[in-house]
């Protein structure tokens, strides 16, 4: 695909697009992804008057479903 051939508005459209369905997908499955955020090796340190919370695992899961999923769409339309 030529980048040249894609006008901004087109860009942001599909943005939006892919925005729109991220959200739909969390709203479907809101209930059935308490897990998300509580994996072993997330940080939650909670006190008093303080909260931190810093989801290390989960992070790194997603980046390796992101890292597949864009890998796989490489693979299924090459250049």
Do not use: C
Not at 54 to 66: E, N, R, Y
């Amino acid at each position: 695909m030529d980048m040249q051939n894609l006008s901004w508005p087109k860009i942001l459209i599909g943005i939006g697009l892919v925005f729109i369905a991220l959200g739909l997908l969390a709203w479907a499955l809101q209930g059935r992804l308490h897990w998300i955020g509580r994996l072993p090796g997330d940080i939650a340190i909670e006190r008093e008057n303080f909260r931190f919370y810093f989801p290390i695992t989960t992070m790194l899961l997603l980046s390796l479903l992101v890292s597949l999923l864009l890998r796989l769409v490489r693979w299924l339309w090459p250049h």
